[in-house]
């Protein structure tokens, strides 16, 4: 099993910056794909960033230049750093990591969530 802690969340003024945290730990032969989706009220969940196991990037078009996705493999840890947030980025923002945990070669793992509220 893998269990993966999300930090970083919060409140923060139009313009504002977070960064957000998710460590995986427990059995992890090897790490894939990792990723960050969000969800808004009454809305369905997307996909934010991706970052591949040789780090190439995709973002959608919405954060391009705001927000950067990074990992660092030695912690088992992806990052999302959001620069100048705007009120339509508040969400939950969830982590997923795609993990060979030594039962299947490629499961999907997911965080718990951390709110993201972007307001004056």
């Known amino acids: 099993q893998v269990q993966l802690v999300e930090s970083g969340g919060g409140l923060v003024q139009p313009g504002g910056s977070l960064r957000l945290s998710c460590a995986a730990s427990g059995t992890i032969l090897y790490i894939y794909a990792m990723g960050w989706y969000r969800q808004a009220p009454g809305k369905q969940r997307e996909l934010v960033a991706t970052?591949?196991?040789?780090?190439?990037?995709n973002y959608i078009d919405s954060v391009k230049g705001r927000f950067t996705i990074s990992r660092d493999n030695a912690k088992n840890t992806v990052y999302l750093q959001m620069n100048s947030l705007k009120p339509e980025d508040t969400a939950v923002y969830y982590c997923n990591v795609q993990v060979n945990d030594g039962i299947i070669y490629i499961n999907d793992y997911w965080g718990q969530g951390t709110q993201v509220t972007v307001s004056s």
């Open positions: 970052i591949t196991s040789n780090s190439n990037t």
